[in-house]
Structures are given as structure tokens and as C-alpha cells.
């Protein structure tokens, strides 16, 4: 098989077009996810009556539905429901006029706030209860104990994991090529159908996700850094540290190709 | 200055304090002895609502709290009118020595920023840390994080310390430094309570000792007293087990 290197180019540009579309599937979500996500944790950690009962039927529920599987539900209510909902509150649009790029909004969103919601968890989890009490000993209110001493500490437990769920995400983005969004992968497609260089198109969006991929990935690894130095000592130390070991690897390196 | 009256608490149907009241003078350090699980740590805390008593009535300064009918305010008063020395440091991971000082003063009491960073600092000197202001927790020793954690409390000034089992976390060898240090505190005339097992320590800095079993006062009295003269057959028991080590030069 003859790879076309200039058609990985064309569909990669023609993906690269759809940039903003996937963008807003991607930071939609996981925003929305972050907030709602955390609440509903602190909703299951606090035991609010009602609210972390149903949380607690209704996530592990909604997380063993395959996200193709919700996406193609909300699409079909969507295509047969909406117009019906439009008239009922006398509104003289009709489904034409609605983007269905909230119907993946809303797929992928709810799929972040539920794992999301879990990450938080078990970072909340992991907090020492010890943490809590000293912040109440000083006078420390409840949210002000949230927010200036167990919240930073959750999220520094958790980048890990949200980068996981993150990536995660920016895969997910794609499969609304199913319902007709046009994003990335249906981007990069364009030339393809035009030149039958559809290996070329499938690549060329692999590239562009992989690059997405790194970027969120050293995003967070900046967080990380930024956020957890209080576990591992200094940032000075840290990469003093890292530089060392760069260093011996690479002396190591250098002495293994004298050797050979 | 600082009056419990009748303080009950179950976990369950473990009644853990029967009917527990003391009374503490301003200034005063009470130490409190008595076996594991009599009930000291649940005491200490139930002072200022780590956990909540079942019933009674705790004073401390001006404020009076019955237990049945505190709200939230009452509670946030209690626990600024007090200060509380964890057997684990308990610092708060992701802040500095400094910072851990400070954060309970711009926070909870609204103290300005500047003010409370010279406060921080003048207690950090106080307990001889300040050459470790911007140290994490992580990265001080059992030792250096209690002395932050008295110096947390200190300079909150509140009107009663409370400390629970202070040492017991701390490698043998460091345990003579930190006991000095809360005698420090003692000198700077804070009312203190104070549950350790250090006996010596005891003796040294008490003005009235308290001896819990069973989830009540068995006895108190003048430390001469308790140590020397203990009218109840469990305080001699209990004390047995600390004095003979003592005695043994003697043999
Ligand atoms: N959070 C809790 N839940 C259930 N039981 C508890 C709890 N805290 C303490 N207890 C019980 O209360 C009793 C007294 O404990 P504690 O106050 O820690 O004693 P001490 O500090 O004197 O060793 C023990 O029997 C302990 O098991
Ligand atoms: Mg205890």
C-alpha cells in the first residue's frame, strides 16, 4: 500500500479546521464535569440525605452504559423529541435551528461529571481526617476548610487521574462523528472521501489527537508541579533531582555506546 | 475560667464518659492520666466539638455552651476560645510551617495578613524553628512538626491549650525537647490540659493532676498528692506500673 504523504497533510489541515469544534467538546465538558463532578463528590463525602443516595445508585448505573450507546439515545429523543418540546413552550423554531452539538455537549458531559465525580471521591477518600480536625481546632469554618486546605490537597491527589479522564475525553470527542457532528475526525475525512485516501484521513486525526493528548498532558504535569509540592519537597529540589537523573542517564548512555 | 459539667458521651452503646465535670482556673495546667481508652482523647475533644457530647455544659472564658442546644456559631466560638495539640502534629500538609501558623489567624480570626506573618514568625522563633519557615510539612521530622503544631496553637492565643498525648508519636529521644517546650508554654502563664503519660512531666509542671477510668474522674488532687498519697485503689494500680521504674535506683 502506497502511503500519500501530501494527502495526511490535506486531511490533516482540513482536520485541524474543525479545531474549535472539538475544542468546545472537550473544555465544555470537562469544566462542567470538574464542577458538578466535584459537588456530587462532596454531596457522597458530606452524606447529604436523599442526594448521595441516588448519586450513589445512579453514577455506577449511568458509568456501565457505553458512551456510543447514550450518545445514539440522546440523539434519537433529540431527532423525535425536539420539536415537540420547542412547540410545547411556543417557540416558533424547530429541531433545524438546533446545533446538535449539544446533544454531544450533553453526552460527554454527563460521562465527565460521573467519572469525574468518582476521581474527586476518592481523593476526598484519601484526606486524613486528622487534616479536617486541625482546620476545625483552629476556628476554621466548614467551606473555608474545603476550600483552603482539603480542595488543594484533593486536587493535587487527583491530577493523575483527571489527566486519565481527560484523555479520555479527547478520545470520546470524536465518536460524535456518529450523530453528524462535524469535528477532527470528520475534518480529516473530508479529503479522504474526495481521493478514496481514507488511511491517510484516519492518520492524519490520529496525529492531531495524539498532539491534543501531549498538550492536556504537559498542562498537567505543569498543575501537577505547580500543585503538589508540598508532597515531594521544593520544585527546586525536584528538578534538580530530575536533572540528575537526566544527566546520569545520559553519562550511562554515553559510557554503554564507548563500550560498544 | 473553664467549667465541664456532666459531660456524657456514647459511641454506640459504648458509654466512653460518664458523667465526666472539671473545673480549671485561669492559668492552671491540668494533666490528665488514666489507662488507654478511658477516655481522655473523646474528654479532650468534646471540649471543643471534634466531637459532640451527648449531653452537659462547657464554659470556657465568658462563653457558655450547653451541648444539647449549641448551634453552629456556639461551636465556632468554643473552638476559637481554645487551641489543640494532636498526638499526630496533624499539620496541614499543604502549607509551611509558616503558613500553618498563619492560616488560622487570617482565616478564622481576620487577623491582616502582615500582622498575622509577624505573629507566625515570632512563634516559629519561639519554638526554635525559624530557620524552617517554608518548610512542608513532609519535610520537617515527628519533632520539628509538633513544634509547629504547638506553635499553630500558641499563637492563636486562645484562652486554653489542649494537648493530647503530645509526645506519644515521637521517637524516645525526642521526647525531652518537646516536654520542655510545653513547659515553655506553661511558663508563658496559658491555661493547659494536658493528657500524657510522662509521669516526671507530670509531676513537674501540674498544678492539679486528674486521673480517668472507665470513662469517669476517678481522682484529682495536687500532683503531691495523687503521686504520693492516691486515695484510690485504681490510681495506685495504674501508678504502680510508672513508679517502679523510678524506684529501682533505690533498690
Ligand atoms: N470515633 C469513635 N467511634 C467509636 N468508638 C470510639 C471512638 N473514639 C473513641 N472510641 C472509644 O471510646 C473509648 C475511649 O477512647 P479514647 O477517648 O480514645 O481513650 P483514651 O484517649 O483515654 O485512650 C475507647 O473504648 C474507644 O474505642
Ligand atoms: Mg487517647
Not at chain 1, 482536520?15 to 472539538?22: Q, R, V, W
Not at chain 1, 458509568?63 to 429523543?77: D, E, K, S, T
Not at chain 1, 495524539?210 to 501537577?224: D, G, Q
Not at chain 2, 503558613?99 to 512563634?123: C, F, H, Q, S, Y
Amino acid at each position: 500500500m502506497q502511503i500519500d504523504v501530501k494527502a495526511i497533510f490535506e486531511s490533516f489541515v482540513s482536520g485541524l479546521t474543525y479545531l474549535p469544534k472539538t475544542l468546545i467538546l472537550i473544555l465544555v465538558p470537562l469544566s462542567i464535569g470538574l464542577v458538578v463532578g466535584t459537588s456530587i463528590a462532596l454531596v457522597r463525602i458530606y452524606k447529604v440525605p436523599v442526594l448521595s443516595q441516588f448519586f450513589a445508585v445512579f453514577i455506577p448505573v449511568y458509568q456501565g452504559v457505553p458512551i456510543v450507546v447514550a450518545l445514539m439515545v440522546y440523539n434519537l429523543i433529540y431527532l423525535m423529541k425536539t420539536n415537540d418540546v420547542l412547540k410545547f413552550f411556543g417557540s416558533s423554531k424547530t429541531i433545524a435551528d438546533i446545533d446538535s452539538i449539544y446533544v454531544g455537549l450533553f453526552a460527554l458531559s454527563l460521562m465527565m461529571i460521573c467519572s469525574i465525580s468518582e476521581v474527586m471521591r476518592g481523593a476526598l477518600l484519601s484526606i486524613n481526617k486528622g487534616q479536617y480536625e486541625a482546620s476545625y481546632s483552629v476556628g476554621m469554618t466548614k467551606p473555608q476548610t474545603l476550600r483552603k486546605i482539603i480542595l488543594p490537597q484533593v486536587i493535587s491527589i487527583a491530577i493523575p487521574a483527571l489527566i486519565n479522564t481527560t484523555v479520555g475525553l479527547i478520545k470520546s470527542t470524536s465518536i460524535v462523528y456518529a450523530i453528524g457532528i462535524a469535528e477532527i475526525l470528520s475534518g480529516a475525512l473530508v479529503p479522504s472521501s474526495r481521493k478514496y485516501t481514507f488511511f491517510e484521513g484516519y492518520l492524519a486525526a490520529a496525529i492531531i489527537y495524539w498532539i491534543l493528548t501531549i498538550l492536556i498532558e504537559l498542562l498537567y504535569s505543569y498543575l501537577e508541579k505547580r500543585t503538589s509540592i508540598f508532597k515531594t519537597g521544593k520544585t527546586e529540589n525536584k528538578k534538580l533531582w530530575s536533572l540528575k537523573c537526566w544527566r546520569s542517564n545520559t553519562s550511562e548512555k554515553a559510557l554503554a555506546e564507548m563500550k560498544s | 475560667m473553664l467549667e465541664i459539667k456532666h459531660i456524657r458521651k456514647s459511641f454506640g452503646r459504648n458509654e466512653v464518659l460518664k458523667d465526666v465535670s472539671l473545673n480549671v482556673k485561669k492559668g492552671e495546667v491540668v494533666v490528665i492520666l488514666g489507662p488507654s481508652g478511658s477516655g481522655k482523647t473523646t474528654l479532650l475533644r468534646c471540649l471543643n466539638f471534634l466531637e459532640k457530647a451527648d449531653s452537659g455544659e462547657i464554659t470556657i472564658g465568658n462563653k457558655n455552651v450547653v451541648i444539647q442546644n449549641a448551634g453552629r456559631k456556639d461551636i465556632l466560638d468554643l473552638r476559637r476560645k481554645t487551641g489543640f495539640v494532636f498526638q499526630n502534629y496533624n499539620l496541614f500538609a499543604n502549607k509551611t510551617a509558616l503558613e500553618n501558623i498563619m492560616e488560622g489567624l487570617v482565616t478564622a480570626r481576620k487577623v491582616p495578613k502582615k500582622d498575622a506573618r509577624n505573629i507566625a514568625e515570632e512563634t516559629l522563633k519561639w519554638v526554635g524553628l525559624h530557620d524552617k519557615a517554608d518548610y512542608y510539612p513532609s519535610q520537617l521530622s515527628g519533632g520539628q512538626q509538633q513544634r509547629v503544631g504547638i506553635a499553630r496553637a500558641v499563637a492563636l492565643n486562645p484562652e486554653v491549650i489542649l494537648f493530647d498525648e503530645p509526645t506519644s508519636a515521637l521517637d524516645p529521644e525526642l521526647v525531652g525537647e518537646i516536654l520542655e517546650l510545653i513547659k515553655k508554654v506553661a511558663t508563658k502563664g496559658i491555661t493547659m490540659i494536658v493528657v500524657t503519660h510522662e509521669m516526671t512531666f507530670a509531676q513537674d509542671v501540674a498544678d492539679k493532676v486528674i486521673f480517668m477510668d472507665g470513662g469517669v474522674v476517678v481522682e484529682e488532687g495536687a500532683p503531691k498528692e495523687i503521686f504520693y498519697r492516691p486515695k484510690e485503689e485504681r490510681t495506685k494500680q495504674f501508678l504502680a506500673k510508672f513508679i517502679i521504674p523510678d524506684n529501682m535506683y533505690y533498690i
